[in-house]
């Protein structure tokens, strides 16, 4: 479990929008002179990089100008308050990765989708088991070994509610493992106890690990996705192992949850403009972002966050 994937349906008014788009703040009552766009994360991470690369491509669309501002404290909470609290004007938006619903499943995150509402998924990048090639060179092989040696096995994580720990605990309940978790401060500490042989294995996006793929020093062994990527297609996937475990590290849009829908609905045309334009599909493949369709409008991705969200919560439960 648990990305659902499904048909993205515009509303009619967003419809009529997405059709003059770049036009959009000529054209309609939503003129911003100007925006702030929350970061639920630091300077330099993939979603700060998300943020950054869209922002150009907003405003030229909305006609306005955006301000960004990073607030990572408490795994983006910080960002999540200020813009629950922020005017329900749609001069304030947030952009978060899929750690704002873990964390709000572990009990971390006190601002909910009655506070927040999804304007647009944009991305939806894939997960995948990846293991130190001196250690492990199919997933059977470890499989075998975990099998073998229960409670043995470590797998190595960004913090305790994040979206890589949700995939171990999935794997675990999944396929009947007992893997241990090491949770560690940022990705580059778990990538260094993976290199030098002092966990078994971590999950994270091949958007993040394709350098020490290609340099062989890593090998994904298993992604978590119906079928195989195109990319790799040697890469075994959860559902063809019997395990409906599927989803990803999101990011995508929000703003506060008493923004006028007309609002909303501007707002989300311009991100689907923007996604669809060859300026930002030539971002998202030089990124390796692309592996899995990720656009979904405010509709499909409020479901797609709520069956998420319980999920998580009944993984955590299972701990």
């Known amino acids: 479990m648990h990305f659902t994937r499904r048909t993205f349906t515009l509303t009619s008014a967003a419809f009529a929008l997405t059709l003059a788009a770049p036009a959009l703040a000529e054209e309609t009552a939503f003129k911003p002179a100007k925006m702030t766009a929350f970061v639920a994360a630091g300077a330099g991470g993939g979603t700060d990089n998300f943020a950054r690369t869209v922002q150009p491509m907003l405003e030229k669309r909305l006609g306005t100008n955006i301000t960004i501002i990073n607030l990572p404290s408490a795994s983006g909470a910080m960002a999540h308050q200020r813009t629950a609290q922020s005017e329900p004007n749609g001069e304030s938006i947030e952009f978060a990765s899929s750690t704002f619903i873990t964390s709000r499943a572990a009990g971390q995150n006190p601002i909910g989708l009655d506070q927040l509402t999804p304007v647009a998924r944009m991305q939806s990048d894939v997960l995948t088991l990846v293991v130190n090639t001196e250690k492990y060179n199919t997933l059977e092989d470890f499989l075998t070994y975990a099998k073998e040696n229960p409670g043995k096995v470590i797998i190595g994580g960004t913090h305790a509610a994040s979206v890589d720990r949700m995939a171990f ?138 069956e998420n969200l319980a999920y998580f919560e009944k993984l955590l439960s299972l701990k």
């Open 169 to 306: 605990l999935g794997l675990n309940d999944a396929a009947g493992l007992d893997l241990a978790y090491i949770p560690y401060d940022n990705e580059g500490s778990a990538s260094a106890n993976l290199l030098s042989g002092n966990i078994d294995g971590m999950f994270n996006e091949i958007s993040a690990i394709q350098g020490y793929i290609e340099s062989g020093e890593m090998k994904p062994i298993l992604a978590l996705a119906d079928e195989r990527l195109e990319a790799y297609p040697d890469l075994p996937t959860t559902v063809e192992n019997g395990w409906n475990l599927t989803f990803g590290n999101e990011r995508g849009v929000f703003i506060n949850a008493k923004t006028p829908p007309e609002t909303i609905a501007i707002i989300e045309a311009a991100f689907q403009d923007v996604f669809n334009s060859g300026e930002y599909q030539a971002y998202a493949k030089s990124a390796n972002l692309h592996v899995r369709p990720g656009f979904l409008g405010s509709e499909d991705y409020r479901a797609v966050l709520e």
